[in-house]
């Protein structure tokens, strides 16, 4: 492996204001992404990689090379803007950055980016590979090069945020590795001080940060992560500890460089999305002016990216004029319930501006708790506040409560029939830009296997509102899961709305479209086309309900019109086609059944209907599923 070339402090500086520059313009140019995290890391990261790691960009996997790990993910842009200026990707690649069939996704992936060593994304987790990633090369080589060998085992170094922290797994991972003694294991923490929901003092203090390291057998260093005279010092010392594994926690600044952004921790999370009042202002304060500085900075990362407007979108968009959030039905529905029922308590994990709860916080502060980036600990939570008698809704990404927390929600919760209803965000692929790490395609699957658990996936604002008040007045546990785009308005508020109940979006005898959750409209405007274009009559169910499921309906219809499809934004292993599959084919008359679901693969980052498209989830799919069960029996329109 080649010698490192270091860089002198000035170089460093230059580098890092280079990396900063590319970093607003890559979330720029996405319209997505986080800037907040990278800028207020990128002097100490840049140092790292430029004067510290052993990593040769010739050979990304040399088994001599140090280890870097970027624990919270979500800050994908710095790490991709120093392997650019490190040499392992191109600099003009970066103009991708979460843009669709990009391998610059919104959390980094190892198999597409050379010097990405793991996939993170899913907050807490990059230390415990760290951590198996340190005990491996340690023992190996010790065993290899003892007893004078300490100097030849590689480094592994783990980003962290300090809001990350938060997450339970740090510290088993922090006793792991005091226990084997991981003296080749450096961790260093962004300590920025912000995190979606505001400051971290405020909504989750973890301090005193260096004492719980100390108490774990740690070596803790401290210091000023925007001084590369203190940054040197602070790694060099974290390597002069035998027996002990090292943390550097760094006092950074967030949006550090743009001080016109540094005093909003919102930026932890927000694109720089207008081109005047962010991105050229970033830039001037970064040090590149002039009327040319955006067009140059942005030709430098490769040019804009082009956002044309998925086909699928526009067909919806030309049948249906209205569209809403579907977790604007629950933050509506919660503030309304707030109201009238003082027993109704909300539990965020550091995503209210996300999830929309925050607006029922601020009507009931005293009812609204924000339990930080800890989703485990905040569903065991409302189980215990639920066994006093409150109605606790925990809100957090499905991909963090189905996911993560399957194991509190079924062996607490659902175990105990506590009465906790969990409102899952930002289910399936429609998260589009953060890419898979966040994509939940496995998550009304995971909640239908649970005994005691009521899953249901309204399909709009109004069935939103509808299972939100519902769930409110149901004794047990209840999953309700909602996305993150808004979606075709279908019902209104008078609308009828029953669990366990299919709702008859269309009669027909054609066949039947089972639907629910987003992809309930790509179902009716599938239906009312085949009407069009081949006189079908073709009945079309939402849904609402995977369990229990209207197993009478789906008889009914499959006596009555010969078939059915079913649609879903997520995977059709255990979800709705699964339960509709099971009750067909367990009937005394079975009849074709097709699953019309995600496949089974990663689909990338990129716009959430282009990511549609690209899993065959629109009206067009859905149309020719059912033409091609329609045409062995009854043969083709024309034919007829």
């Not at 962290?160 to 797994?169: F, R």
């Not at 658990?453 to 047990?476: E, F, L, S």
Request: glycine share 10%; aromatic share 8%.
């Amino acid at each position: 492996m080649p010698a490192r070339d270091p860089k002198t402090f000035p170089e460093l500086a230059e580098i890092a204001r280079q990396i900063r520059r590319d970093v607003v313009t890559m979330t720029h140019v996405a319209n997505s992404g986080h800037p907040g995290g990278p800028l207020s890391a990128a002097d100490y990261l840049t140092y790292l990689f430029f004067n510290e790691l052993h990593l040769d960009p010739k050979e990304p996997l040399h088994a001599d090379r140090d280890r870097f790990i970027l624990s919270n993910g979500h800050c994908s842009a710095v790490l991709y803007a120093l392997l650019a200026h490190r040499g392992f990707i191109p600099r003009n690649k970066l103009g991708t950055f979460r843009d669709t069939g990009s391998d610059l996704q919104g959390h980094p992936n190892r198999h597409y980016v050379p010097g990405v060593e793991v996939g993170t994304g899913s907050l807490g987790q990059g230390l415990s590979v760290g951590v198996g990633m340190a005990l491996a090369l340690r023992r190996d080589r010790l065993k290899k090069f003892a007893p004078t060998g300490r100097h030849l085992v590689p480094r592994v170094w783990v980003n962290v945020g300090d809001g990350e922290l938060q997450e339970g797994q740090n510290w088993e991972a922090a006793m792991a590795a005091g226990h084997y003694g991981l003296d080749n294991l450096t961790v260093l923490v962004d300590k920025n001080e912000a995190q979606i929901d505001g400051w971290t003092h405020d909504v989750m203090s973890i301090d005193p940060l260096g004492d719980k390291f100390r108490a774990f057998g740690w070596n803790v260093v401290e210091a000023w992560g925007h001084d590369f005279q203190e940054i040197h010092v602070a790694l060099h010392r974290s390597k002069l500890y035998n027996g002990k594994p090292s943390v550097v926690i760094f006092q950074t600044r967030m949006m550090r460089g743009c001080p016109s952004f540094e005093a909003e921790p919102g930026w932890h999370g927000k694109p720089m999305t207008d081109r005047e009042k962010h991105l050229a202002v970033a830039l001037r304060e970064l040090g590149f002016e002039g009327p040319r500085a955006i067009d140059e900075s942005i030709a430098t990362i490769g040019g804009p990216q082009q956002h044309p407007v998925a086909s699928v979108q526009q067909r919806l968009k030309a049948r249906f004029p209205a569209w809403e959030l579907t977790r604007q039905g629950l933050s509506d529905e919660l503030v309304a319930l707030g109201k009238d029922d003082p027993r109704v308590v909300v539990l965020d994990a550091d995503l209210a501006e996300s999830t929309l709860t925050k607006k029922f916080g601020e009507h009931y502060p005293d009812r609204f708790f924000d339990m930080g980036i800890a989703e485990n600990n905040m569903v065991n939570t409302a189980a215990g506040m639920s066994l006093t008698g409150k109605v606790p809704f925990v809100a957090s990404y499905s991909m963090f409560l189905a996911g993560r927390s399957w194991d509190q929600i079924r062996n607490t919760v659902a175990y105990s029939r506590c009465n906790v209803k969990i409102a899952a965000c930002h289910g399936g692929i429609s998260v589009g830009k953060d890419g898979p790490t966040h994509q939940s395609v496995e998550d009304v699957s995971n909640m239908r296997s649970i005994t005691n658990m009521v899953v249901i996936v309204p399909a709009d604002y109004w069935q939103a509102r509808r299972a939100v008040r519902w769930a409110a007045q149901h004794d047990g546990p209840v999953f309700l899961r909602f996305g993150r785009e808004k979606v075709p308005t279908l019902t209104s508020e008078t609308t009828p709305f029953e669990v366990g109940k299919a709702l008859v979006l269309r009669e027909g005898t054609d066949g039947t479209i089972v639907a629910n959750g987003m992809m309930a409209a790509p179902a009716l405007l599938a239906a009312e086309r085949l009407k069009q274009e081949d006189g079908l009559e073709v009945r079309v169910l939402c849904m609402h309900t995977v369990k229990p499921l209207d197993e009478a309906a789906v008889l009914a219809a499959a006596r009555e019109t010969g078939f059915l499809v079913t649609a879903e934004e997520g995977s059709t292993t255990g979800g709705l086609g699964a339960a509709v599959a099971a009750v067909v084919v367990q009937s005394p008359t079975p009849v074709p059944v097709r699953l019309v679901g995600t496949p089974d693969k990663y689909l990338g980052s990129g716009d959430p209907f282009a990511l549609f498209e690209k899993a065959h989830l629109t009206d067009v799919d859905l149309m020719a599923t059912v033409r091609a069960l329609v045409a062995p029996t009854r043969g083709t329109a024309t034919r007829r």
